[in-house]
């Protein structure tokens, strides 16, 4: 049977005597059944039309001709070079459902319209929670390259995938690349474009589907619990579902659960921690004489691996206050938006009448005691995702009326501090007309400085800022932001700052101020060098209990400072009395053999005349070989054993006492013994009121040979 469009061809030919049917282009095609081939003319080239034959009447058209199977199509056109004039684009479906798709391989004839300007693309649709794989491999891979790029080849991938919010998401990639396999969410085309008669393979990729993993969480609470799950971040798709009496409800962007207890949520993607972030939050009733609901416990089994932020709203009625109790370690107010260290955040926020203001952001340790607030607000905790949760550090309360938008109530640590504060919604503008209060429990022998280091002032249509200073019941001093503010005062204060009513289309009021603590005495300092005595070791140690009196060795304060023999210090001593000091010092006397030590007397050496209390005891430690005994003289030519209600009346007393702890006896001068023989290394200690009076040596030493036997007194010598 003859073709239509070849008779017309004939046709042609009896006009146009130079072209022949020949001449006239013509081709059989065959296209898959899923596939629709669209041939375009260029409008700037040259006139020609494209026939289909096979039907009762040419089917032709001089722009684009859609050819669809079934069955072989035969088709020509009315120019010799069409492949210059047309393009070709064939659109291929594929339908894939959670676990395969059909047809499972992009298959293309390399041969078809070889010679003109081809792109081909595949639409492929997949059901949700379904990941689609694209396999490029095993004869090249893609690589990425930005959507505007070309590639050299002129082979280019295109692949577009619909995201869950309806966007697109659209990726290029040429070929020779690392990527063999693609994973995608969600319906996807695929294009790629040709050079003119580049080579082909039969198979462009392979298509197939696996479900997609999911999670599931399920959340057992109490009915005063809501819980909000929202999207944070635009990757990747995933949806969050729940149960719900008619079937399951899913949302990419959020879910509330007002009433969970039982309920199972269920996300559609494996890691949705990464995508979402839950809110756990409680109703509390600060209007009564107490607080209802006020469970502050925030539960660890909810979503432990997500960002999570528990928040308790709290109701009052103005002008009374609800109350937020720190117990120990107390909070520090930081900037907005910085994350505690401990990964617990906590911010507070009240609504007054107009709008919000963030009363401060807090991180556990510190010296913010309690705060109270006049108007509904919020607590929050914010906490990272598997960060270990720790109890909920604040006590709720109802406080007293104020007429304050929030009242801080700050105990300022001892010692050296320099602590920050900053008005509500720093540095943005504090609420107009309103009032903040800051009560600082300051700690005695402590002076404190304030300084404005960061304010903007508004302009005042009504009233003035006023920064108002109280201590106890003493008269209100009232400065403005740029006064000096107080400067090393002592004692409790408060603070308030009173806002006017502002012109607000200018800037407002803000401030951030430092509170600076010192120990209002002056230390005094020592510096002991003990370099040049040898064997001499000095030991301080705090005895009052007077908890102001500080002392510090090299700057770290202790409650016992040792000076090593050999060692230089700098000590520094506090508001310390010399009753809250003991000062003990030793000395080593090492006698390796009787040669080396001649007889020598026991003498203090001269101390630091720095030190600020006086010496209370000296120990001498005398250390001998085993063969030698030690001779102990007083220079006053005798000595008396002080006993048991035969106490010496005289200025001074010597211990006696074996180096391990055994003690020989407390003797004092002038009596009947001549002098203590001891077969042992010893320690000799004196005590008395007041060293600098004694003149005399303690003690005269010389290293004889060996005795041995019990402590016996004969012919005036104690002999042990
Ligand atoms: C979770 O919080 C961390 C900071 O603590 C942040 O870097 C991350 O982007 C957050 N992720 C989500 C999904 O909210
Ligand atoms: C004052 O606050 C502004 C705004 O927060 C900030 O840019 C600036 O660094 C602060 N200055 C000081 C001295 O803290
Ligand atoms: C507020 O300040 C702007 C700018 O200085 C001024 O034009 C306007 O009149 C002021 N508004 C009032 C109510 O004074
Ligand atoms: C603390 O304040 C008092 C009185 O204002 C002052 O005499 C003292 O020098 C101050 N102490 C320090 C360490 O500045
Ligand atoms: C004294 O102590 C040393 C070791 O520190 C020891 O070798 C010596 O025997 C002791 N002397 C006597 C008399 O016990
Ligand atoms: C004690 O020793 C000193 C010198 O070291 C000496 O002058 C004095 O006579 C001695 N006294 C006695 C009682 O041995």
Redesign the pocket.
Known sequence: MTCFCGTRALLVLLFLSSLSSTVRPKMVVTIGPSSTVVLSRDQGEPECDVCVCGGPAPDCSSSEKTLKSPGDLEVDFGCLKPQEVFTMKMTTKIACTTSSCTPAVANVDPTLFKDFKRTLMWDISVPERTVLSLDFGPSYGLKDISTTDNCQDGYKYTVSTSRFDGTIQTNSYCKDGKVSQLELLGATTVTLELPTGGDLDRTVFNVNTTPRRGRQESVTSDPNTMIFISRVAQEPDCSVCVNEGSGQNCNPQSLSLTDPSNTIVEFTCPLPQDVFSVEINRQIDCTKSSCVGDTVHAESTFFPDFNRTFTWDLKVNSPKTFQLDFPEPGMRQVQKEELCPDGHTYSLIAYPRTGFADIGTFCQGGPVNTVQVRYKGRMSLRVPGNAKLGPANFKLDVGPETRMLAIMKVSLPRGVSDTDFSTPYFPRKFPDLQQMQWDFTVPGMHNYTILFHNYTAP?C?TGDVAVEYQKGESKVTTLTLTDPQPQHQQGDFSMVLKNCET?T??QGLSLSYRVSVMRSGHPVLCTVDLTKQQGVSLQIEKVGSDPYCEISLNSEVKEKMNVLEGTTARLSFLDCTKDDLRLTARQVFDCPNAASCPPFSLTIPSLDSCLPMPLSSFTWLLRIPSDQSLDLVSPSGSLQQALPGQECQKDFLLNVAEADGYSVGDFCLNGNIQKVQVHANITVTATTPDFSKVREPFLNVSIGPEISGKCIFVNAVLTC
Do not use: A, Q
Request: hydrophobic share 40%.
């Open positions: 302009e249509l012109n289309t200018l």
